[in-house]
């Protein structure tokens, strides 16, 4: 059986063309909605492995698919979740992708080519996060008056590169062979240093990893 999947977007033709794309592609699409009232409901009903939402539907048209993702990963954290949208909402994006792994945000019309959307989705349902370039690029440029990366030790590059890469705080002090406080100490200097604010630090780490991605790319 394929990857079982829920499609959210007002758009009914897109919503229809996706769906389409995913059953031709050995998705098995579950379920269709066309706002995001009852989405929790339906994943908790049906227990999809994806859920795929867009941002802004019915009634306000404004983030009513993020609040919806945001609630889904809360009661539903093993559920895989893409936010596929036309629009860049860098915080509320943030506060999203500060939840965990296997998070996606695409932008609609940056996706040109078939293979690599799928391929895209197959990361996600696989843990890992896919986050668009531009994406990263508004909330770098929002956030940057210097290099931040600058002001950090080569050890705090080594563990800002294995923050990259998804690891724990125990995966890399196993990586590096340092103890787990250790590596907490070096974690909170990276936040400190690149100057994150003080939310929590989930969301911190999230803004961390996303700078030195911008800057390594």
Not at 38 to 57: A, H, K, N, S, W
Not at 81 to 104: F, M, N, P, Q, R
Not at 171 to 180: D, P, R, V
Not at 190 to 203: A, F, N, P, R, V
């Amino acid at each position: 059986m394929g990857t079982r999947v829920v499609v959210v977007d007002d758009d009914v033709l897109l919503r229809e063309g996706l769906a389409s794309l995913l059953v031709r592609t050995g998705l098995d699409v579950i379920a269709q909605a066309s706002d995001a009232i009852g989405v929790l409901d339906v994943v908790r009903d049906l227990q999809p492995d994806l859920l795929i939402i867009d941002i802004r539907m019915p009634p306000t048209n404004t983030i009513e698919g993020l609040v919806a993702a945001k609630a889904v990963r809360a009661a539903c954290p093993d559920v895989r979740i893409l936010v596929l949208s036309s629009y860049v909402e860098v915080e509320h994006a943030i506060d999203l992708l500060a939840t965990g792994s296997g998070i996606g945000y695409l932008l609609k019309q940056r996706i040109t080519e078939i293979d690599t959307f799928i391929a895209a989705l197959d990361r996600i349902v696989a843990g890992e996060s896919v986050i668009d370039p531009a994406l990263v690029n508004e909330l770098v440029l929002a956030r940057r008056t210097r290099n931040p990366l600058d002001l950090l030790t080569a050890r705090e590059r080594e563990v800002l590169v294995l923050m990259a890469e998804g690891r724990s705080n125990l995966g890399i002090s196993k990586a590096l062979y340092l103890t787990e406080g250790t590596v907490e100490k070096h974690v909170h200097r990276i936040l400190t240093k690149m100057d994150l604010g003080s939310e929590d630090t989930s969301h911190r780490r999230v803004l961390a990893v996303l700078t030195y991605l911008n800057q390594a790319h």
